[in-house]
C-alpha cells in the first residue's frame, strides 16, 4: 500500500514570491490535514481537508490556503512568502480520526 | 496558543531505563489521545493511542497512562533501546482537529 506522497521534498523560493505544495493521500483516504513544523513551534495546525471541503483550520494569516480535488489529493498555497514560511509543511492523510494519521516525509520550504 | 502542552522537552535515558514523557491538555471535548513518534528526515509515525474511556493502554514495550480528571496523559517507553532516540508528539484531537505537543527529543544511550 503506497504511503502519503508529497511533492516536491525541497524547494527554495525568495520573499513575495508563491508556492504550491502537492499531497496525494493514502487510497481510500478521504481527509487531509496539513501542518508546518519548525524547531522552535512543534507542528502547528494548518488545516484540514475532507471530501473537498475545509473542515478545520487553524491560525494561520490568509496567506495560507488550500484545497482538495475529488480524488482525494490536496494541494496547499502559500502567497506572498516571507523569511518566517520557512519550514517543513507536513501533509497527513486518515480513513477516520480514531486511526490516526499517516504522514508523508514533509516539503522542506526555505524562503529567501 | 499551544492547546496540547509537552515536557520535557528532551530526555535523555540509558538504555533498559524506562523513558516518560507528559502531556496537559486544556480542551475537554478532545477525545482521541495518540503519540507520534519521528525520527530526522521523516514524517511522524503513529505509535500508541488511547481513548478517554481507558485510563491505560499497552503495547509492547509502550504505555500509555491517561487522567481524565486532571487532562493528563504520559507516555512510559520501557527497557529504552538506542533504536527509540527520536522525537517524540503527543496529539489530541476532536472531531479530526487534532493538535500537537511541543515535542521531546529523546536520547536513549547505550
Known amino acids: 500500500k503506497a504511503g502519503v506522497t508529497q511533492t516536491p521534498r525541497y524547494l527554495i523560493k525568495t520573499r513575495g514570491q508563491q508556492v504550491t505544495l502537492s499531497c496525494s493521500p493514502i487510497?481510500?483516504?478521504?481527509?487531509v490535514s496539513w501542518y508546518q513544523q519548525t524547531p522552535g513551534q512543534g507542528l502547528q495546525f494548518l488545516f484540514e481537508?475532507?471530501?473537498?471541503?475545509?473542515?478545520n483550520k487553524g491560525n494561520f494569516p490568509g496567506r495560507f490556503s488550500g484545497r482538495q480535488f475529488s480524488n482525494s489529493r490536496s494541494e496547499m498555497n502559500v502567497s506572498t512568502l516571507e523569511l518566517g514560511d520557512s519550514a517543513l509543511y507536513l501533509c497527513?492523510?486518515?480513513?477516520?480520526?480514531?486511526?490516526?494519521?499517516?504522514f508523508g516525509s514533509g516539503t522542506r520550504l526555505t524562503v529567501v | 496558543q499551544q492547546q496540547v502542552k509537552q515536557s520535557p522537552q528532551s530526555l535523555i535515558v540509558q538504555k533498559g531505563g524506562i523513558s516518560i514523557i507528559n502531556c496537559a491538555y486544556e480542551?475537554?471535548?478532545?477525545?482521541?489521545f495518540p503519540w507520534y513518534q519521528q525520527f530526522p528526515g521523516k514524517g511522524p509515525a503513529l505509535l500508541i493511542a488511547?481513548?478517554?474511556?481507558?485510563s491505560e493502554k499497552k503495547e509492547g514495550r509502550f504505555t500509555i497512562s491517561f487522567n481524565k480528571s486532571a487532562k493528563q496523559f504520559s507516555l512510559h517507553i520501557m527497557d529504552s533501546q538506542p533504536g527509540d532516540s527520536a522525537t517524540y508528539f503527543c496529539?489530541?484531537?476532536?472531531?479530526?482537529?487534532?493538535?500537537f505537543g511541543a515535542g521531546t527529543r529523546l536520547t536513549v544511550k547505550p
Open positions: 496529539a489530541a484531537s476532536n472531531n479530526n482537529d487534532m493538535r
Open positions: 497527513a492523510s486518515s480513513s477516520g480520526q480514531y486511526y490516526g494519521y499517516t
Open positions: 488511547i481513548r478517554p474511556d481507558v
Open positions: 487510497s481510500g483516504h478521504r481527509s
Open positions: 481537508y475532507f471530501s473537498e471541503t475545509q473542515r
Open positions: 480542551n475537554t471535548a478532545f477525545d482521541y
